[in-house]
T-cell receptor
């Protein structure tokens, strides 16, 4: 079975500062990796995904993530955050396409002006 | 807008009652997933349907059931409701292309009093 650990439940950061949200996963087989964002009172929106190939994945809104197989990590980064990035971020894994997602507990990113 | 619709947006009911949540997937998506989001359990996968057939089952209680109809919309039925069933219920859909990316609806917030 797969599992996902998001190491930080809350991350406060000042506007225009860089941020890294950490995600580690556990699986005995290859997995697909995803980052979703949830704005207040909304559903989840996909930020980026890693299926195979290049380990550096670029997503929407200036976010990127790096897949590290040896460390079983998929950390999310943004070089300069905006107030509008304040949201809950979820890391998730799946065995393949069209299979259920296993989510981490989420990281609440708070951007401070 | 993800293209996935869910109704109703909010639902308030009493313990012991039964409710039905409805989901319409994105046009052309054959897979529908149901997830439950609560403060203590986080985001948990409940059940998946693919083209009308049950494909995968997660942490779904026996009091809960779902189905997918020929027009591909899905319903999640929750019966003998308990206070602990209060949560946000998300529907997601995915298609055959795009690495199985799941598109989430806005959710139904269920409050059991």
């Amino acid at each position: 079975a797969q599992s996902v650990t998001q190491l930080d439940s809350q991350v406060p950061v000042f506007e225009e500062a860089p941020v890294e949200l950490r995600c580690n996963y556990s699986s005995s087989v290859s997995v697909y990796l995803f980052w979703y964002v949830q704005y207040p009172n909304q559903g989840l929106q996909l930020l980026l995904k890693y299926l195979s190939g290049s380990t550096l994945v670029k997503g929407i809104n200036g976010f990127e993530a790096e897949f590290n197989k040896s460390q079983t990590s998929f950390h999310l980064r943004k070089p300069s955050v905006h107030i509008s990035d304040t949201a809950e971020y979820f890391c998730a894994v799946s065995l393949s396409g069209n299979t259920p997602l296993v989510f981490g507990k989420g990281t609440r990113l708070s951007v401070i002006a | 807008d993800s293209g996935v619709t869910q109704t109703p947006k909010h639902l308030i009911t009493a313990t012991g009652q039964r409710v039905t949540l409805r989901c319409s997937p994105r046009s052309g998506d054959l897979s529908v997933y149901w997830y439950q989001q609560s403060l203590d359990q986080g985001l948990q996968f409940l059940i998946q349907y693919y083209n009308g057939e049950e494909r995968a089952k997660g942490n779904i209680l026996e009091r809960f059931s779902a189905q997918q109809f020929p027009d591909l919309h899905s319903e999640l039925n929750l019966s003998s409701l308990e206070l602990g069933d209060s949560a946000l219920y998300f529907c997601a859909s995915s298609g055959l292309i795009g690495g199985g990316e799941q598109f989430f609806g806005p959710g139904t917030r269920l409050t059991v009093l």
